[in-house]
């Protein structure tokens, strides 16, 4: 199982990214998937989760800014950010609770980082 996450990128304050992470590989189904920031100097905190029914949970810091949303057909899990600040800088990870197998309990997976830069 891989997760790959594209759509970093350089934006000015106030700009947009989209963030895309697609799930790849054989498992049976994708519970919890999520996304993760980690500035420089920082421990990895979390931005915002969705549920595989849908319900969704965000950092205090990005509410109303950021919507994070799922494809379940695609595997793929997105995260829109509008009004982007400089403080939003950082390396971004997605993460996804897999279920490998039926039998199999959840497990945990990241992606890889793809970093975000909001400078003018």
């Known amino acids: 199982v891989q997760l790959q996450a594209t759509g970093g990128g350089l934006v000015q304050p106030g700009g947009s990214l989209r963030l895309s992470c697609v799930v790849s590989?054989?498992?049976?189904?994708?519970?919890?998937m999520g996304w993760y920031r980690q500035a420089p100097g920082k421990q990895r905190e979390l931005v915002a989760a969705?549920?595989?029914?849908?319900?969704?949970n965000y950092a205090d810091s990005v509410k109303g800014r950021f919507t994070i949303s799922r494809d379940n057909a695609e595997n793929t899990v997105y995260l829109q950010m509008n009004s982007l600040k400089p403080e939003d800088t950082a390396d971004y990870y997605c993460?996804?609770?897999?279920?490998?197998?039926?039998?199999?309990?959840?497990?945990?997976?990241w992606g890889q980082g793809t970093q975000v830069t909001v400078s003018s």
């Open positions: 993460n996804a609770d897999i279920r490998i197998r039926k039998w199999r309990t959840n497990e945990n997976y």
């Open positions: 590989g054989s498992f049976f189904t994708i519970n919890n």
């Open positions: 969705i549920s595989s029914g849908g319900s969704t």
